[in-house]
C-alpha cells in the first residue's frame, strides 16, 4: 500500500512570524517611557489647626499657654530672624532645643502638656521657612530614624500681617 | 577529496530571539506597574517644600478637597487655576457637596489638604487657611516631601 500523500513530517519545525508582535511590545515599551513620571513621596504632618475665632479662645483658656514664635523675612521672603516670645533664637535648631527643653515627648492630647505654638509670619516670607518652623516644633525623628516622637501637636498662625 | 562542510545558499539564518523578546516583556512589564497616571491634585509645577517628620497618612481621608499654591502665587483647585475672589464660592460649593453626599455622622470630617510651593508667600497660604475657616472647614492637612526616607 502506497503511503498517503497527507503526511506529516515530524521533524519540521512550524515557525510563525513574531514580527509584529515584537513590534506591539517596542511600540508598549515606547509609550510607557513618555509617559513614565517619577513623583517623589509626600507626606503629611500630623498636625491640629485649632479654629480661628472666640471658639477657640475658650478652648485656649483652658490650655497651657501658647507659645509663640515668630518669622521675620526681607522682601525676598528669605528668613531674617526667629525670636521665641522675647527671646532671639540662632535658628531652627535652636528654636527645637527650646522646645524640647519646654515639652515632655509624645502628650497625650487633652492633658497639660498639650501645648500649643502660634507662628506669627511675615506675608512674604517663603513657605518652606515654615515649614522648617513646624518641624522644629513639632516632633523629631528617634535613634531608629523612623519613629516620630511628638512634642507640640497644636499649631496655628496669628493674624495675617500686612503686605509690605 | 569530497568536501563535507559546505554552506548551502538556499537555506536561512535564523537566530533564537526568545531571550529579547522576555526582556522586552520584563520591560513592558516593569513600565505598566511603575505608570503614574497624571494627577489632577499633584501639579509638577508645585515644589512642595521638605520635612523628616512628613510621612504618608496612615488613615484614608474620607472626603477631602486639595487646593494647590503655585511659586507665582496662583491657587489650583481640581486642575483649574482659580483667583482667590472665586476661591470663596468654590469652597462653598465644595462643602455644600460635602455635606449633601455624607451622613451626619461624618459632616465634620472633611478635610483641606494644602499643597504648598516651598517659594509661596506665606501670607497667601494663612488666606487660604482663614478663607478654608469661614466656609467652614476646620480639619487641616500640610503637605510637605518626605525627606526622612
Known sequence: MKRGKHTINTEERLEFDMTPMIDCCFQLIIFFMLTLRFSYQEGDF?????????????????????????????SRGELTGITMGDRKLRG?????????????PNPRPGTGGDQEVEFDCDYKLKYDHVVQGITAV??????????????????????????? | MKIKNHIDTNSRLCFDMTPMIDCTFQLVIFFMLTLNY??????????????????????????????????????IVGGDE????????????????????????????????????????????????????????????????????
Do not use: W
Request: with cysteine; charged share 30%; aromatic share 2%.
Open chain 2, 38 to 75: 497624571a494627577q489632577e491634585n499633584q501639579d509638577e509645577r508645585i515644589k512642595l517644600p521638605g520635612s523628616e517628620l512628613a510621612k504618608p497618612s496612615q488613615t484614608v481621608l474620607d472626603s477631602s478637597v486639595t487646593l494647590q499654591l503655585t511659586q507665582e502665587n496662583t491657587v
Open chain 1, 138 to 164: 513639632s516632633g523629631y525623628l528617634a535613634d531608629d530614624g523612623k519613629t516620630v516622637v511628638k512634642l507640640i501637636e497644636k499649631v496655628k498662625f496669628a493674624q495675617i500681617r500686612p503686605k509690605q
Open chain 1, 92 to 104: 531652627f535648631k535652636d528654636l527645637h532645643q527650646q522646645i524640647r527643653g519646654m515639652v515632655r
Open chain 1, 46 to 74: 500630623n498636625i491640629r489647626m485649632p479654629l480661628a475665632g472666640a471658639v477657640a479662645k475658650q478652648v485656649d483658656d483652658l490650655q497651657s499657654p501658647t507659645i509663640k514664635v515668630r518669622l521675620t523675612a526681607n
Open chain 2, 82 to 149: 482659580v483667583d482667590i475672589s472665586e476661591l470663596k464660592k468654590l469652597l462653598q460649593r465644595e462643602r455644600q457637596l460635602i455635606l449633601a453626599n455624607t451622613t451626619k455622622k461624618r459632616k465634620q470630617e472633611s478635610t483641606i489638604i494644602i499643597r504648598a510651593d516651598r517659594s509661596a508667600q506665606t501670607g497667601k497660604v494663612q488666606e487660604i487657611i482663614q478663607l478654608c475657616q469661614q466656609t467652614g472647614f476646620e480639619r487641616f492637612v500640610l503637605r510637605a516631601k518626605d525627606e526622612g526616607a
